[in-house]
Nanobody, 129 residues
């Protein structure tokens, strides 16, 4: 079984930065497309970013473009999300997830929760005013 374990999130002030990681085990990490999602209090879970198997293609929600960077280190079986210039409204539980490297890969597919198979436990990110 594939398991995804996320690093601890944290508390930062507005404008601060955090780096999340997601370590995969159980199956070959490099076989999967990967994504980050988040769920703020009282809101639906939403797409944040996604990355292709080799890291050559990335997708971002418009609101995080230029501030967040998704990356992966396949040798370490680890996915990352670098978050800069954080805003209070980005306070949420952040989840990593994997997706099979099969079929169409575009923004619509990468941002759809239905395309993801295994999810991490979630980690809390809090951005204070």
């Amino acid at each position: 079984q594939v398991q995804l374990v996320e690093s601890e999130g944290g508390l930062v002030q507005t404008g601060g930065s955090l780096r999340l990681s997601c370590a995969a085990s159980g199956r070959t990490f490099s076989n999967f497309r990967m994504g980050w999602f988040r769920q703020a209090p009282g809101k639906e879970r939403e797409f944040v970013a996604a990355i292709s198997v080799l890291g050559g293609t990335t997708y971002y929600q418009d609101s995080v473009k230029g501030r967040f960077t998704i990356s992966r280190d396949n040798a370490k079986n680890t996915l990352y999300l670098q978050m800069n210039s954080l805003k209070p409204e980005e306070t949420a539980v952040y989840y990593c997830a994997n997706s099979a490297n099969i079929g169409t890969w575009n923004y619509a597919y990468a941002s759809s929760m239905a395309r993801y198979l295994v999810w991490g436990q979630g980690t809390q990110v809090t951005v204070s005013s």
